[in-house]
């Protein structure tokens, strides 16, 4: 097998560029390796080399990535890798996010294997886990010899093919991806002993994982409806023609603000591929009640009714994505005094 | 905040604590079915009875239930 070809991505700091002073730094290219490159290519051996090394500031990826991305994905084509490893980013969080989106990408683009490493806290494990392979490493550099012979192992066999284990045994952060592999016991006889386990109050651990979520004090009751300022929130993903905001119809990150008069009496979609949006369509109200909330105004009994609905696309959206955008409609009830809300959903 | 869902178990996993089940997936806040003004009837008492949940504590591990129309 010819030896393959191995870029590797790193920030300002491990690229030896500087500290967070260099944050700000541009990409820079290293055709040789260094920092945590240095140990991807001893750890490589005849199996691979690596052929450069791609340095980027945190904050010139973090603060503009639509621009950053795609000026990295140029700088790595020339060198046509077979593999592109990043960080690891450990808990440093735009770090994390800048290793995560660029092995996305690269993997879009090129079509080959990415590998990363991250604390398990890191903000960009949850966003990319998905995306790329994840090898949960400690929350300090202090880890990085462990990290990254975990990551070189995932990384040649994802281009040999050879087999990897479920993240629990591999040592990455799931990637919700449903994989078969052969087991000693059949699926029967695993359940049976859960079961009597479970009966004898003896420790099991179930083969699924379920998420937890975190627990939230119930907001207290509105003293004065007829002074609350009301809105309306909605995961169905109607929006105006041409969705300004760039929904997606399913695992949506982004999310819109739209006037009445961008959603009623005007060419509308919907970007939401987990319902048959023919009848909200047809009448918008079906979503968004307005006709009957503009009633409730004339009649004094709200305040006032925020001209504005705030739009989400709730199909597979992920946790993460959407506790997010969650906290940004927040922000926007805040800014606009806006008191209380009925969020409809499909 | 009150929550319309037609899938009220998603909506009490995740803790809401003032939510009516909508009337379908499809189309949560009315009821389609009916005649224009019996709709719009019907989409006044999901909004009139979240108003009067706004009014009122939270209550978790619990949904609404509105009567869309009269019988007779």
């Known amino acids: 097998m010819e030896t393959k070809r191995v870029v590797c991505y790193m920030n300002q700091f491990f690229g030896q560029v500087g500290g967070e002073d260099q944050a700000g730094a541009g990409f820079s290219v290293l055709e040789k390796p260094v920092g945590p490159a240095v140990l991807v290519g001893s750890t490589l051996g005849d199996f691979g080399e ?50 995560g989106r660029m092995c996305k990408a690269v993997a879009e683009k090129f079509g080959i294997p990415t590998v990363t490493g991250m604390y398990e806290e890191n903000p960009g494990a949850e966003l990319y886990r998905k995306d790329t392979y994840i090898v949960k490493t400690t929350n300090s550099a202090g880890g990085m010899k462990n990290a990254v012979p975990k990551m070189v192992s995932i990384g040649k066999r994802l281009i040999t093919g050879e ?51 975190a627990e939230y004090d119930s907001p207290p009751p509105i003293a004065d409806l007829k002074k609350a300022k009301v809105a309306i929130v909605s995961d169905g993903g109607l929006v105006p023609m041409g969705n ?16 009445f008069s961008q959603i009623f009496g005007t060419d509308i979609e919907v970007y939401h591929a987990g319902y048959d949006s ?9 979503l968004y009640p307005v006709d009957v909330l503009k009633e409730l105004v004339e009649a004094g009994e709200i305040g006032e009714l925020y001209d504005g609905i705030f739009v989400a696309s709730g199909n597979c959206a992920s946790i993460s994505a959407a506790q997010n955008i969650g906290k940004q409609i927040a922000q926007r009830f805040k800014d606009e005094g806006i008191s209380a809300a009925i969020l409809t959903s499909t | 905040m009150v929550q319309i869902a037609s899938v009220t178990d998603a909506a009490m996993l995740v803790g809401v604590s003032r939510l009516i089940r909508g009337y379908r997936l499809i189309c949560p806040a009315s009821d389609f079915t009916l005649d224009k003004d019996s709709e719009k009837e019907s989409r006044r008492r999901y909004v009139k009875r979240a108003m009067d949940m706004l009014k009122k504590p939270g209550q978790k591990n619990h949904f609404e239930v509105v009567k869309l129309v009269d019988a007779g």
């Open chain 1, 50 to 99: 690596v052929v450069a090394c791609i340095i980027c500031g945190d904050n010139y990826m973090a603060d503009n990535p639509e621009t950053a991305v795609p000026e990295g994905l140029d700088l790595i084509e020339k060198y046509k890798p077979d593999l592109f490893i990043a960080g690891p980013a450990f808990n440093a969080g735009r770090y994390g996010m800048n290793c």
């Open chain 1, 163 to 213: 087999e990897i284990k479920p993240a629990k045994l591999e040592g990455y952060i799931k990637r919700d991806s449903l994989r078969n592999y052969m087991t000693e016991e059949y699926a029967g006889e695993r359940g049976i002993k859960m079961l009597l386990a479970r009966l004898k109050g003896e420790p099991y651990e179930s083969e699924a994982e379920f998420p937890t979520f």
């Open chain 1, 244 to 259: 300004p905001d760039g929904l997606r119809d399913h695992n949506s990150t982004a999310w819109g603000e739209y006037k």
């Open chain 1, 278 to 286: 023919t009848y909200v369509q047809q009448d918008p109200n079906r």
